[in-house]
């Protein structure tokens, strides 16, 4: 099993960015799918989540930010608006057979987003 993330980068404040997060050796629609992140000196956080076709959001990122995922390519995406510093982190995809959780099964390596002008 892999999950490669990809798509982060530099953005200005207020900009916008798409992460994506390709899957091999499973099959996404048939798991909980999630979006985390980790900022320096800070824990991992969750971000976003899909399970059981529900998607979830922490308060941080509601209206900014939206989970999906592409069935027939088997990549899940995070497209991220009006981003803000406070969002620089890596960003991490996981999944897992049940629940989206801290511990999920499966994680991408992540990809570094950064907010700066």
């Known amino acids: 099993v892999q999950l490669q993330a990809s798509g982060g980068g530099l953005v200005q404040p207020g900009g916008s960015l798409r992460l994506s997060c390709a899957a091999s050796?499973?099959?996404?629609?048939?798991?909980?799918i999630g979006w985390f992140r980790q900022a320096p000196g800070k824990e991992r956080e969750a971000v976003a989540c899909i399970r059981y076709g529900t998607t979830h959001y922490a308060d941080f990122v509601k209206g900014r930010f939206t989970i999906s995922r592409d069935n027939a390519k088997n990549v899940m995406y995070l497209q991220m608006n009006s981003l803000n510093v406070e969002d620089t982190a890596v960003y991490y995809c996981?999944?897992?057979?049940?629940?989206?959780?801290?511990?999920?099964?499966?994680w991408g390596k992540g990809t570094q987003v950064t907010v700066s002008s």
């Open positions: 050796g499973l099959t996404l629609v048939e798991y909980a």
């Open positions: 996981a999944a897992d057979p049940d629940f989206c959780s801290g511990v999920m099964n499966y």
